[in-house]
């Protein structure tokens, strides 16, 4: 996925984004952006929104728990073309159990909203095969800038 550099937040209200231009092969019979490739940009997000925060796949595998979605929601407002440039933004809703929302918006060079990705997510003991009780937790521990995941 071709990428511009990722923009931290600059307050705790404002959401993390990375951007992206669309590429010819991610669009389909119709020319514009395939299904399939917003939950890839917004997967893309979160990883990117995780790394700005100092965490690694490989801390989390190391405390041994993984993220896992539990739900997704995509909704198409207006279409994207190869060459398009992106911005999808990622923000972490914590609640006060197991599991935390990520809301998520695809914003064309223009300012129109291509997309909106709402999901459910938890972080899962990799041994115990359980959800932990507290996510926060450990991203608050693992984090060097918790500020980037709304903590």
């Known amino acids: 996925m071709s990428q511009r550099t990722p923009q931290t937040p600059h307050s705790p209200s404002e959401p993390f984004s ?10 389909d019979t119709q020319g514009h952006l395939n299904q399939s490739v917003y939950l890839q940009y917004a997967e893309h997000a979160r990883w990117s929104a995780l790394r700005a925060a100092g965490i690694e ?14 739900e997704n929601t995509v909704r198409y407002r207006s279409e994207l073309r190869a060459g398009d ?3 999808v933004t990622c923000r972490f809703v914590w ?5 935390f ?6 914003v064309r060079a223009d300012g129109k909203v291509a997309a909106t990705v709402s999901g459910l997510g938890g972080l899962l ?6 959800m932990v009780a507290d996510p926060r937790e450990y991203f608050r521990a ?7 995941l709304g903590l």
């Open 57 to 70: 796949q490989r801390d989390l595998i190391g405390k041994g728990v993984g993220p896992v979605a539990l």
């Open 125 to 130: 003991d990799l041994k115990e095969r359980k």
């Open 85 to 87: 440039e992106v911005e």
């Open 101 to 106: 929302r990520i809301e998520q918006t695809v």
């Open 95 to 99: 609640g006060e159990r197991k599991t």
């Open 18 to 27: 990375v951007g992206i231009s669309v590429r010819g092969y991610e669009t």
């Open 142 to 148: 693992l984090a060097s800038d918790p500020r980037v």
